[in-house]
């Protein structure tokens, strides 16, 4: 089974700060990665796909890069609404694995 | 408007069946792989189960192998996940999600509100 890391575990940002959360994988996916968004007491809902795609209707101070093993989620400049959970997850092979999951409030 | 309308759920004990639904709208459900991903109070993501479009391939969590099963019924737009001795490590809510695209390896794009599911004696 592919395993997925996540660092930090959580954050706090100040708004207009730029955020970085990274994910690593245990093997090589390519870019078989995305990035979801869980606010508190929500439903999960997909940021980027393809390590480095914007989900239709997603901020473009969201952006995502990498390929292969080592990833990252950037907000350019993080609003009081994206205080949330993040997870990272692979889709190269079953069974499908998610980070641990970074959890990002604003001072 | 995509929607997944999720029913089930509920108190059970150890050892005992449950059976989720998931009720898919706005999009031509045989077309799209569907997934059931579950999370633990106070806990992470977890994939446990999904299913193609035609219902040929089912794929499971190593965790849930054997207890549960996943289904769908094309004519009802609905995807189902019978889960059967349960355990108390089996709690959390479960979401049901629709593939982002027609095939087998993408991520989930539409979530259902999740449902609640509680082993306990």
């Known amino acids: 089974d592919i395993q997925m890391t996540q660092s930090p575990s959580s954050l706090s940002a100040s708004v207009g700060d730029r955020v970085t959360i990274t994910c690593r994988a245990s093997?090589?996916?390519?870019?078989?990665l995305a990035w979801y968004q869980q606010k508190p007491g929500k439903v999960p809902e997909l940021l980027i796909y393809?390590?480095?795609t914007l989900q239709s209707g997603v901020p473009s101070r969201f952006s995502g890069s990498g390929s292969g093993t080592d990833f990252t989620l950037t907000v350019s400049s993080p609003q009081p609404e994206d205080v949330a959970t993040y997870y990272c997850?692979?889709?190269?092979?079953?069974?499908?694995?998610f980070g641990p999951g970074t959890k990002v409030d604003l001072k | 408007e995509v929607q997944l309308l999720q029913s089930g759920g509920g108190l059970v004990q150890p050892g005992e069946s449950l059976r989720l639904s998931c009720a898919a709208s706005?999009?031509?459900?045989?077309?799209?792989?569907m997934t059931w991903v579950r999370q633990a109070p106070g806990k992470g993501l977890e994939w446990v189960s999904s299913?193609?479009?035609?219902?040929?391939?089912?794929d499971y969590a190593d965790s849930v192998r054997g207890r549960f099963t996943i289904s769908r019924d094309n004519s009802r737009d609905t995807v189902y996940l019978q889960m059967n001795s349960l355990r108390a490590e089996d709690t959390a809510v479960y979401y049901c999600?629709?593939?982002?695209?027609?095939?087998?390896?993408?991520?989930?794009?539409?979530w259902g509100r999740g449902t609640m599911v509680t082993v306990s004696s």
């Open positions: 393809d390590a480095s």
């Open positions: 093997q090589d996916i390519s870019d078989y």
């Open positions: 299913i193609s479009g035609t219902g040929s391939r089912m």
């Open positions: 706005g999009f031509t459900f045989i077309n799209y792989a």
């Open positions: 999600a629709k593939y982002r695209r027609s095939g087998t390896y993408y991520p989930f794009d539409i």
């Open positions: 997850q692979q889709y190269k092979s079953v069974p499908y694995t």
